[in-house]
């Protein structure tokens, strides 16, 4: 029996020509349908898209100029494209730049080489450049690798300690650096004290690389020193010379940081003389 009431009164070639279009017309409003879809996800990730580029890496000045003007030499807005990405560029390399000091420690069981003096004044410029970033309310991508220097470098100082049979100092080292990290970090601390101290990482950066490049010397080799992270870190200090110019405009961060590269280049400078000197070999020679 014919389910449709209609067919009995139109030819057999009529009403599949009939039913062919009333399907071609439903395949049509499908696709339809499809095509809005797939606009509607499309615009929904551009969206997103823009979101993210404007929170982490550009104004939206800049965004129009390179996605709506689709000008992609625009100086200035290249040089903060540029200095955002080496800013997170250098965030990401230091969740693990003084990762290989760590395991070098540890694989050792030794801290020869490494001279705990200049581990504290180094501690003592990175704290003060993090505190003084946070006060100013800095971008994140202009100082956040120190927060995971500082988690590191007191990792090294604390192995420092145990490693020359002094647990126990080690211990009392790190509650006492972070209660006053933490006294440093809040609403108590005048801002007056972190500009000091921001200024005063020069001289600590210099007399902590000094100490460490002359303990080097002494020893004619640079013991546990890892070759890797000073070369990262040597790196990461020229690049944030650029990045703290463009980001904050602040001189005094950018001169901390032409400090620091020397300083850096130097101890770098040591560990590719002294190469193929190591605590074995040198007493081997004596």
Request: aromatic share 12%.
């Amino acid at each position: 029996m014919n389910s449709n009431p209609f067919r009995k009164y139109v030819s057999g070639t009529t009403w599949f020509r009939c039913r062919s279009v009333i399907r071609g017309s439903k395949r049509f409003a499908a696709a339809q349908q499809n095509d809005g879809h797939t606009s509607t996800m499309a615009t929904s990730s551009m969206a997103l898209m823009k979101e993210f580029l404007l929170m982490y890496f550009m104004p939206e000045t800049c965004y129009d100029e390179f996605f709506l003007n689709f000008n992609f030499l625009h100086v200035q807005c290249l040089k903060i494209v540029l200095s955002k990405a080496l800013g997170f560029g250098i965030i990401l390399g230091s969740v693990m730049v003084k990762l290989p000091q760590v395991f070098k420690l540890i694989g050792a069981k030794s801290a020869e080489g490494l001279n705990f003096n200049a581990v504290l004044l180094e501690l003592f410029a990175i704290t003060g450049t993090m505190a003084y970033c946070i006060a100013h309310k800095f971008p994140f991508s202009a100082w956040g690798e120190a927060l995971f220097l500082m988690l590191q470098t007191v990792t090294i100082g604390f192995l420092i300690q145990h490693y020359r049979a002094n647990t126990a100092g080690g211990v009392g080292f790190l509650v006492a650096y972070f209660s006053l990290a933490l006294l440093l970090l809040s609403p108590f601390t005048p801002l007056s004290v972190l500009t000091v101290m921001q200024a005063s990482n020069m001289p600590a950066v210099i007399v902590g690389r000094l100490i460490q490049a002359g303990t080097n010397y002494h020893n004619g080799h640079t013991g546990q020193l890892s070759a890797i992270s000073v070369f990262l870190l040597f790196a990461g200090s020229l690049a944030r010379i650029f990045t703290s110019l463009q980001e904050t405009g602040d001189s005094l961060m950018a001169l901390t940081y032409v400090i620091s590269s020397c300083c850096n280049g130097l101890i770098a400078g040591q560990v590719a003389y002294y190469w193929n000197q190591t605590p074995a070999v040198k007493k081997k020679k004596e």
